[in-house]
């Protein structure tokens, strides 16, 4: 009879041993959607700010048809090049925004990125630009 019981328990052992090890490896969240990490939902978010931005410069300028076919296509690149789905990505926001103090940090992050990209873009030289000419420095 002991010797069922220790089958048992090192059966329940070894099951609960495989469990933690297999939750360690990725987070779960709704259903069978994998937890995004949060570095990598900002810079997603910020992409998907960025896609919508230039679908709202677009709007006025295209076709309704034309416009729903670019935001499909630019969005479905950009889930591409992050490697999720838009269900897993909704599903991500979703518990991300549960921790409303957490979110809007990560807003903030969203914001910080896109700012830093925006200036960078400013302060690029003008194309065809001589950058010596520009310059205060004189060439002997």
């Not at 048809?65 to 296509?73: P, R």
């Not at 838009?86 to 549960?98: G, I, S, V």
Request: include cysteine; charged fraction near 25%.
């Amino acid at each position: 009879m002991s010797k069922g019981w220790i089958t048992g328990a090192g059966f329940f052992l070894l099951v609960s041993v495989f469990a933690i090890s297999s939750c360690r490896g990725k987070a779960k969240i709704e259903g069978d959607e994998v937890l995004i990490p949060k570095q990598e939902m900002i810079l997603l978010m910020s992409d998907i700010e960025l896609a919508e931005a230039v679908l709202r410069y677009k709007q006025g300028k295209i076709s309704r048809d034309s416009l729903n076919k670019l935001s499909a296509m630019t969005f479905d690149s950009v889930y591409a090049w992050h490697q999720v789905t838009p269900a897993r990505f909704k599903a991500n926001l979703a518990y991300y925004q549960k921790d409303l103090a957490g979110f809007e940090k990560m807003l903030d992050e969203v914001i910080l990125l896109l700012t830093r990209a925006k200036d960078s873009v400013n302060n690029l030289p003008l194309p065809g630009g001589d950058t010596v000419q520009q310059s205060k420095i004189r060439v002997r």
